[in-house]
Nanobody
Framework: EELLVESGGGLVQPGGSLSLTCAAS????????MSWVRQAPGKGLEWVST????????YYEDSVKGRFTGSRDNAKNTLYLQMNSLKTEDTGVYYC????????????????WGQGTQVTVSS
């Protein structure tokens, strides 16, 4: 079974940091691009970042550029998102997913998706 499991979410004050982890299993992780996608309360899915299969190229949504850093360890089948200087607007459920969702309508029925992890930024 193809499986993605996010972890690392929680409650943090504005300006703080969180590190998210996505553990993959059941497919050849090292051959696929990966994305982070989030959903704020009452809002639609929003692409956050993409990293290519080898980990050498990363892309970010403008509002998180300079604050978030995506990476991956293919030997461990693991995807990461380091989030610094967090803002209240970053609050939402964060999902990892296969594929590059930077320039297309997001469809959770396409590819593999995790269950999500809640990130809450509040004072």
């Amino acid at each position: 079974e193809e499986l993605l499991v996010e972890s690392g979410g929680g409650l943090v004050q504005p300006g703080g940091s969180l590190s998210l982890t996505c553990a993959a299993s059941g497919f050849t992780f090292s051959t696929v691009d990966m994305s982070w996608v989030r959903q704020a309360p009452g809002k639609g899915l929003e692409w956050v970042s993409t990293i290519n299969s080898g980990g050498g190229r990363t892309y970010y949504e403008d509002s998180v550029k300079g604050r978030f850093t995506g990476s991956r360890d293919n030997a461990k089948n693991t995807l990461y998102l380091q989030m610094n200087s967090l803002k209240t607007e970053d609050t939402g459920v964060y999902y990892c997913a296969t594929g590059d969702w930077s320039a297309t309508s997001i469809d959770r029925d396409v590819g593999y998706w995790g269950q999500g992890t809640q990130v809450t930024v509040s004072s």
